[in-house]
């Protein structure tokens, strides 16, 4: 895959579509009631710098936990969001987040923050604008990121080689680590970061996230809508 294929595929996804819309929607809101240069600032700053944080935490202990699954009402949330991505990881239908999932996700994690700002200047609707719109294009970013990780391009950057190569042993050799997409700062700081070499031994849960034969007896609500339960590597399953 040419890196113009990849352009085209990543532009072209819904998810993407909706999350530029709603950025020039939260533009155009900011530039209508605009707040001052000191919190527009401080808005955009704190938002880009918390995303990774956020997105870290919910990786580890949300799309990674095996507690959803349990919850019949969240099972099939949980599915879309993250099983289905770990079952097949270049998958590109199931690459991206659900907008209905990550919108008011990245919501929560920027609006209040710049609400807050802009609310010391009178500018409240001006501030959370600007985090919102940091918010929609980080996820831009992100998920721009996420799709070299995923789709049969080879990068030349020596950081985006970097990224790619911890990424795909998360996906391929140990979920238990590796979550960051655009960075391993948190991964580092919680010692979830680590080289294959570091962890000989694959882990049987890489691609099911513990959601096993066994679990599905008992929670069986993921099975039904999956179809069954695959294991295995996704290139080597029978279809």
């Given at each position: 895959m040419t890196l113009?294929?990849?352009?085209?595929?990543?532009?072209?996804?819904?998810?993407i579509i909706?999350?530029?819309?709603?950025?020039?929607?939260?533009?155009?809101?900011?530039i209508w009631k605009p707040a001052p240069?000191?919190?527009?600032?401080?808005?955009?700053?704190?938002?880009?710098?918390?995303?990774?944080?956020?997105?870290y935490a919910l990786h580890r202990w949300v799309l990674h936990s095996r507690w959803m699954f349990k919850v019949a009402p969240l099972a099939a949330t949980w599915k879309r969001i993250h099983y289905d991505h770990h079952q097949d990881p270049n998958h590109l239908e199931v690459l991206f987040g659900a907008l209905h999932t990550t919108v008011p996700t990245i919501a929560l994690a920027t609006i209040p923050i710049g609400y807050g700002l802009?609310?010391?200047?009178?500018?409240?609707?001006?501030?959370?604008?600007?985090?919102?719109a940091t918010?929609?294009?980080?996820?831009?970013?992100?998920?721009?990121?996420?799709?070299?990780?995923?789709?049969?391009?080879?990068?030349?950057?020596?950081?985006?080689?970097?990224m790619k190569k911890r990424h795909m042993e998360h996906h391929f050799h140990d979920e238990d680590g590796n979550y960051g997409i655009t960075t391993f700062a948190w991964d580092k700081l919680f010692r979830t970061y680590y080289h294959r070499s570091e962890?000989?031994?694959?882990?049987?849960?890489?691609?099911?996230?513990?959601?096993?034969?066994?679990a599905a007896k008992r929670w069986p609500k993921v099975a039904e809508l999956s179809g069954g339960v695959a294991t295995g590597h996704p290139r080597k399953r029978e279809r």
């Open positions: 113009r294929e990849l352009v085209v595929a990543y532009a072209q996804y819904p998810a909706g999350y530029m819309l709603l950025s020039v929607a939260a533009i155009g809101l900011y240069l000191v919190p527009t600032l401080a808005a955009i700053a704190i938002a880009t710098f918390t995303y990774p944080l956020v997105w802009g609310s010391f200047w009178d500018a409240g609707l001006g501030g959370a604008c600007a985090a919102f918010g929609l294009l980080t996820t831009c970013f992100y998920e721009f990121c996420h799709c070299i990780q995923h789709l049969s391009y080879k990068p030349k950057n020596k950081w985006l080689v970097e962890r000989p031994a694959k882990s049987p849960t890489v691609f099911n996230l513990g959601y096993t034969p066994e």
